[in-house]
Every structure is written in C-alpha cells, then in structure tokens.
T-cell receptor, first 113, second 114 residues
Framework: GEKVEQHESTLSVREGDSAVINCTYTDTASSYFPWYKQEAGKSLHFVIDIRSNVDRKQSQRLIVLLDKKAKRFSLHITATQPEDSAIYFCAAYTNSAGNKLTFGIGTRVLVRP | AQTIHQWPVAEIKAVGSPLSLGCTIKGKSSPNLYWYWQATGGTLQQLFYSITVGQVESVVQLNLSASRPKDDQFILSTEKLLLSHSGFYLC?????????????FGPGTRLTVL
C-alpha cells in the first residue's frame, strides 16, 4: 500500500524566514495531497492541498509543490509568524487500495522570534 | 455552519473493558465520515469510513468496529480494549466521497488504556 515519508521531524526557523517540509510517496496512483496542521493538544485542521493535475499551488503565505516524477511534494511556509508553530502532516490519497488517505509522521515547526 | 462533536472528551479504561466513542455532525446532510487513530506522538491512521447510513468500510484492522446508526452519527467501539488502543481518536467529515477532499476534523477523544 501507499507509504508517505515526511523527511523533517522538526524544523526551527526564525520569524520571517521560510520553512520547507518535504514528503515523498510510493504509489504512482496517488492523486491528491493535502496538508494539515495540529497545534499542541488539539485536533487537525486543513491547511492547503494540491491535486496531481498541477505542480504548484499558492494560498497566501503557503506554497505547495508537486513533482510527480520524483513522487515528492513539499510545503513552503513563507514569512513565518509565531502562529505558524505547530505540527504539520502531509498526506496522500489513492483509490487503488480502498479510498485511503495516508499520513506522514508529522513535522514540528517552531518559529523563533 | 457545520459543527462536529465528539464524546467523551477523554476516557481512562481498563484492559479488557468495552469502549464506545461517538461523533455527531450537525448542519450537513449525508456527510462522508471517517475515524482516525493517532498514537501519542505519532501519525494518523485511517480506521474506517462511511458514505451512508448503515454502511461502514474498514481500512485497518485494530480489533475495533464502527457503525453509522444515523446520518449524522458515527460510533467507534470494541468489546475488549487492548493497551495498544491508547491514543487520540479523531472523527472527520467531508463533502465529497473518498479521501480526495478536504476533511474537517472533530476535537478528538483522548483514550488511555491501563
């Protein structure tokens, strides 16, 4: 089945700098790649997503890049702010094995003042 | 506006005891529903999904079962808890079927099995 590897377990950036989180996946049939944010002790909420028919998507300070050939996607948080500090999960969806969303292990992002 | 409510907020249970966790979605008819489990400090694992009342598909076998007795209700249960069941259980809903749509997560239930 699909495996999603999230390469950075922790990231510490200075406020105003960019943070980049990289993920790779294994199933070439994966077609949808969302990102979720989890603040300490809380639930998840949706951040941004990208579908396999595009290779770049931007929403305000967030940019997602998708390289289907390398089976890699990344989240770029630009001009980081203290409220960006959280755990970010990447995920990949495939319907080749039962409509499953597979998550990465999570990256803890800390934005230092 | 849609709201998602999970109960209980937290639970401490003994190994071998039964468990029932609930999830209710208000403000959206016929939502697609999902159960996830998150081990402490770990990633999320999708357990079940349901597209309609009375229909539930299992994604991962963890000695748990799920049911959808009403359009807006999703129940996760087991007759015998294991230590490995400890963690954070999240219910989610989406507008569109499948995993290829934004999912809205509930506040979660924290389960400790002793």
């Amino acid at each position: 089945g699909e495996k999603v590897e999230q390469h950075e377990s922790t990231l510490s950036v200075r406020e105003g700098d960019s943070a980049v989180i990289n993920c790779t996946y294994t199933d070439t049939a994966s077609s949808y790649f969302p990102w979720y944010k989890q603040e300490a002790g809380k639930s998840l909420h949706f951040v941004i997503d990208i579908r396999s028919n595009v290779d770049r998507k931007q929403s305000q300070r967030l940019i997602v890049l998708l390289d289907k050939k390398a089976k890699r996607f990344s989240l770029h948080i630009t001009a980081t702010q203290p409220e960006d500090s959280a755990i970010y999960f990447c995920a990949a969806y495939t319907n080749s094995a039962g409509n499953k969303l597979t998550f990465g292990i999570g990256t803890r992002v800390l934005v230092r003042p | 506006a849609q709201t998602i409510h999970q109960w209980p907020v937290a639970e401490i249970k003994a190994v071998g005891s039964p468990l029932s966790l609930g999830c209710t979605i208000k403000g959206k008819s016929s939502p697609n529903l999902y159960w996830y489990w998150q081990a402490t400090g770990g990633t999320l694992q999708q357990l079940f999904y349901s597209i309609t009342v009375g229909q539930v598909e299992s994604v991962v076998q963890l000695n748990l079962s799920a049911s959808r007795p009403k359009d807006d209700q999703f129940i996760l249960s087991t007759e015998k808890l294991l230590l490995s069941h400890s963690g954070f259980y999240l219910c989610a809903w989406s507008l569109d079927w499948g995993g290829s749509a934004e999912q809205f997560f509930g506040p979660g239930t924290r389960l400790t099995v002793l």
